[in-house]
T-cell receptor
Framework: GQQLNQSPQSMFIQEGEDVSMNCTSSSIFNTWLWYKQDPGEGPVLLIALYKAGELTSNGRLTAQFGITRKDSFLNISASIPSDVGIYFCAGQQDTGRRALTFGSGTRLQVQP | GAGVSQSPSNKVTEKGKDVELRCDPISGHTALYWYRQSLGQGLEFLIYFQGNSAPDKSGLPSDRFSAERTGGSVSTLTIQRTQQEDSAVYLC????WGAGGYTFGSGTRLTVV
């Protein structure tokens, strides 16, 4: 089945540092999304990408949709303690099963 | 409602019992999804409802799992004869048309003892 390889699995950084995480797939996706999950909550959408090569920012977050349509990355600049959580990438195809395929997550911890 | 509502938020059940989990999607959202998240893991697709189309059940792990969506709105996920490996957080999500970003509920944490 479809799989998304997300890395790193976890990160422990100092407040103010920049963070980068990425996802790769053996399949082509037409939509890439990045979610954040806080403890005890469902994932919340951060950024959605709909075109190959697209670079989109949302405040301190920047994400890109890879040209090959098989990868995406998320950068967080100047991290703050509330960035702590689990970040998931997700891909969707336009045909066949419309459900999102999720990566296994990147657990981010920020030391104040 | 304003968001996706799931109930109960927590459920502890004995092995072998049946459980029902409820999801109330955002009003007007035609697509509804169920996912399962085991401890420390990513989200595993279970089932997808889109309007009046036949549901995509390709992610259901066994025939003990079933789901309904009545009237195109509320959905119920039923797990029969629960097993300890069914322990997980069950998340429901909805979207207006089945594409793009979902809105997730807070999930039901199921513990089978």
């Amino acid at each position: 089945g479809q799989q998304l390889n997300q890395s790193p699995q976890s990160m422990f950084i100092q407040e103010g540092e920049d963070v980068s995480m990425n996802c790769t797939s053996s399949s082509i996706f037409n939509t890439w999304l990045w979610y954040k999950q806080d403890p005890g909550e469902g994932p919340v959408l951060l950024i959605a990408l709909y075109k190959a090569g697209e670079l989109t920012s949302n405040g301190r977050l920047t994400a890109q949709f890879g040209i090959t349509r098989k990868d995406s990355f998320l950068n967080i600049s100047a991290s703050i303690p509330s960035d702590v959580g689990i970040y998931f990438c997700a891909g969707q195809q336009d045909t066949g099963r419309r459900a999102l395929t999720f990566g296994s997550g990147t657990r981010l911890q920020v030391q104040p | 409602g304003a968001g996706v509502s799931q109930s109960p938020s927590n459920k502890v059940t004995e092995k072998g019992k049946d459980v029902e989990l409820r999801c109330d999607p955002i009003s007007g959202h035609t697509a509804l999804y169920w996912y399962r998240q085991s401890l420390g893991q990513g989200l595993e697709f279970l089932i997808y409802f889109q309007g009046n189309s036949a549901p995509d059940k390709s992610g259901l792990p066994s025939d003990r799992f079933s789901a309904e969506r009545t009237g195109g709105s509320v959905s119920t996920l039923t797990i029969q004869r629960t097993q300890q490996e069914d322990s997980a957080v069950y998340l429901c999500a909805s979207t207006p048309w089945g594409a793009g970003g979902y809105t997730f509920g807070s999930g039901t944490r199921l513990t089978v003892v």
